[in-house]
């Protein structure tokens, strides 16, 4: 019993202790609470139980204060809860205004590309009541001939459609670098900046894996492998104004001496419709010297006669991005545009996920704009305009440009 009685003896006087120390400790820090604040991420229950509860910080007496421990235990003081999410406000505000204006930026971006995308899916379907060639046919009626603009890069799983005329020659570039296809003759090794690619190299289709290129990689086996690489790669393509594209086709290729496309085409010009007599000058330099190359309207009504494409199909640098591109059967997740180059491409590499490998090339524009339409077309019949605006019409109804009204009623 002695024993039991000393135990009990040492317990009250251990309590004793225990409460003054409690109540000393609580004078001199006003209060306290046994749970840290919790990043509002990872609140804890009794955190969104109701608001914040003062606790009183006057001195109290044993009992009382047993019970304000009891109460601190699970309920956060107010002025501490302030002050701390006060502090953590001020670390957060500058990073959540951050995220906020980026995930409103790319929510204009994922709008302006469904509207993009809706847009080809209505005129494919034949909601803008728009007839062209091929509309409806299904991917695998396409000839292999047909894909050899659509670039594959297996390593990222991208697929590129180029269109000539439209800043192919530096996403080309980019492709380059991405499927590290090209050597660089200073380093030994493949180019990792799309700037530092030589332009005049990108063309040579030696470069570039095509769907084109299946049958005689895969055989037998390359429509099903086309077929798997479009449903799970990112495609893309970029566009122009159907007008200003072939403004600016007809001054990079007959504007100035070229002599593939004077042979091939310029000189097929000048005898069908320039009323030229006699022998045509020989080489490109020889006849810009002597003043004969083809006119805008020359080409205009080149690529209207209905013999032109009985010898052979459009060059690719005038013909139409539907036959380019396929977009009724082809699926692009990406639709830019060249009047918006900047920030689309900056908006592709983040959705490819290579804007940290790479950045696009910032080398000089086209700059044929929009703007220079009336003049270019001044001297061209109004019927031959509007029979141009007819044979393009898929694309500027598919990609979304106005009809350019401005040329086709002067």
């Known amino acids: 019993m002695g024993t039991w009685r000393g135990l009990r003896v040492a317990f009250i006087l251990g309590s004793l202790f225990m409460i003054l120390l409690i109540i000393i400790y609580w004078d001199d820090v006003g209060g306290f609470n046994f749970y840290p604040l919790q990043d509002s991420k990872h609140e804890l229950p009794w955190m969104t139980a109701g608001p914040p509860q003062f606790v009183s910080t006057s001195r109290a007496s044993p009992s009382s204060t047993l019970s304000t421990i009891a109460v601190s235990t699970t309920r956060i003081p107010k002025e501490a809860a302030h002050t701390e999410e006060k502090q953590e406000q001020m670390k957060e505000e500058p990073m959540e205004e951050d995220e906020e204006k980026e995930r409103r930026g790319m929510s204009f971006v994922n709008n302006e590309q469904e509207a993009r995308k809706q847009r080809v899916l209505d005129v494919c379907s034949g909601i803008d009541s728009v007839e062209f060639p091929g509309r409806s046919r299904a991917f695998e009626q396409i000839p292999n001939r047909e894909l050899d603009h659509l670039i594959v890069d297996d390593t990222h799983q991208i697929i590129y459609c180029y269109v000539p005329k439209v800043a192919c020659t530096n996403w080309k570039r980019v492709m380059v670098v991405l499927s590290q296809s090209l050597i660089s003759p200073s380093s030994g090794k493949p180019y990792t900046d799309p700037e530092a690619v030589p332009p005049d190299l990108v063309h040579n289709s030696s470069l570039h894996l095509t769907f084109a290129k299946f049958w005689r990689h895969y055989g037998s086996l390359s429509r099903h492998l086309m077929a798997l690489k479009l449903q799970h790669y990112t495609k893309f393509l970029f566009v122009r104004d159907p007008f200003v594209r072939l403004i600016s086709a007809f001054r990079n290729k007959f504007g100035r001496p ?117 003049d270019w077309f001044a001297q061209i019949p109004i019927t031959t305009r509007r029979e141009l605006y007819k044979l393009y019409e898929p694309d500027f109804k598919l990609f979304g440009y106005p009809k350019p009204e401005s040329v086709l009623h002067q």
């Not at 002597?290 to 205009?300: C, H, M, R």
């Not at 908006?347 to 044929?368: C, I, Q």
């Open 258 to 374: 070229n002599e593939g496309f004077y042979k091939e085409f310029g000189t097929v010009m000048l005898r069908r419709f320039g009323n030229v007599s006699g022998s045509l000058p020989e080489t490109a330099a020889e006849a810009f010297a002597a003043g004969v190359k083809p006119t805008f309207q020359q080409f205009i009504t080149y690529l209207l006669d209905p013999e032109t494409e009985k010898e052979t199909i459009f060059n690719e640098h005038w013909r139409q991005v539907y036959r380019l591109c396929h977009p009724c059967q082809v699926k692009y997740d990406f639709i830019g545009r060249l009047e918006t180059l900047e920030t689309d491409a900056e908006d592709l590499l983040k959705l490819l996920k290579v804007d940290d490998l790479l950045r696009f090339p910032s080398g000089a524009r086209n700059r044929t704009a929009a703007s220079w339409e009336r």
